[in-house]
């Protein structure tokens, strides 16, 4: 018998609607555990009501870490394919990982690639499978491409982190990848294609907002402590100074580990 997969879908209002395109047609063993954060004012169109292999748990409030965290709640397939609310699913790229996933029992998390509608990689992906803490230069971790095995110790993702949250705007997957290693969980890449997903991260847009540059720094505070932490902002710095004037990211870098070590208390 196959794999069972769930595609853990995060929303948020209105948002919902375009929820709604994202089902493939019924197939056995994939369902759809919807987390929708709501204020009872949206509600979820018929298509997705009337449909035995959706499931929709709603949540009050804010904050992308808060609505994985629910629909990691409500999880109970064999495989739990992070997803937001402006996906594509491809079927042979979930029949691609059921064979993956088969082959490789000693792999916890998987983490796969995601392209854009126009068949671009979402960011750099390399060629060769490696497993964390061994990334290669130039890799980062990416929600779109997280598939988890089910029952496993993972770690709550952050709340302090991600959309939503009331200052660090992102960096939830490296917290939560991070975490998820020191609980001693194996994270293996490889070079496989998950989903589709637009082109736009919220990185991208580093040089021109000052609270991703506080969230790296916050992020590089929580993963290396604060001696580390100094020395890769001072590096960066050096790094991006032709994007970005040095002294101000700098300080940017360092407002983000005073903000992680003034709020402490985690998820």
């Known amino acids: 018998?196959?794999?069972?997969?769930?595609i853990l879908i995060s929303t948020i209002g209105e948002r919902i609607d375009r929820v709604a395109l994202i089902p493939l047609p019924p197939a056995e063993g994939i369902s759809y555990i919807i987390s929708h954060q709501t204020d009872g004012s949206h509600p979820a169109p018929a298509q997705l009501?009337?449909?035995?292999?959706?499931t929709i748990y709603t949540l009050a409030g804010r904050g992308l870490s808060a609505n994985r965290n629910n629909a990691l709640a409500h999880a109970t397939a064999d495989l739990l394919?992070?997803?937001d609310d402006d996906i594509t699913l491809i079927p042979q790229y979930l029949d691609d990982l059921r064979q993956l996933a088969d082959a490789h029992h000693e792999t916890d998390i998987f983490t796969l690639q995601a392209f854009t509608p126009e068949g671009k990689p979402l960011h750099y992906y390399p060629d060769a499978p490696f497993t964390h803490p061994h990334v290669p230069k130039g890799f980062y971790y990416n929600s779109m491409g997280i598939v988890l095995r089910k029952g496993r110790d993972y770690p709550p993702f952050d709340t302090r982190f991600g959309l939503g949250a009331p200052h660090l705007m992102a960096g939830e997957e490296d917290i939560f990848i991070h975490e998820s290693h020191l609980r001693h969980l194996r994270i293996d890449y490889y070079p496989q294609p998950l989903l589709i997903t637009p082109g736009v991260t919220t990185s991208s847009h580093y040089a021109t907002d000052s609270r991703l540059q506080q969230t790296k720094g916050?992020?590089?505070?929580?993963?290396?402590?604060?001696?580390?932490?100094l020395l890769r902002y001072v590096s960066t710095a050096i790094k991006m100074r032709r994007m970005l004037a040095p002294m101000p990211h700098l300080r940017n870098l360092v407002k983000g580990m005073k903000y992680i070590h003034r709020h402490a208390t985690t998820h």
């Open 81 to 83: 394919v992070l997803a």
């Open 218 to 229: 916050a992020v590089l505070a929580l993963i290396h402590s604060t001696p580390g932490a």
């Open 1 to 6: 018998m196959s794999l069972s997969i769930n």
């Open 49 to 54: 009501v009337g449909r035995p292999d959706v």
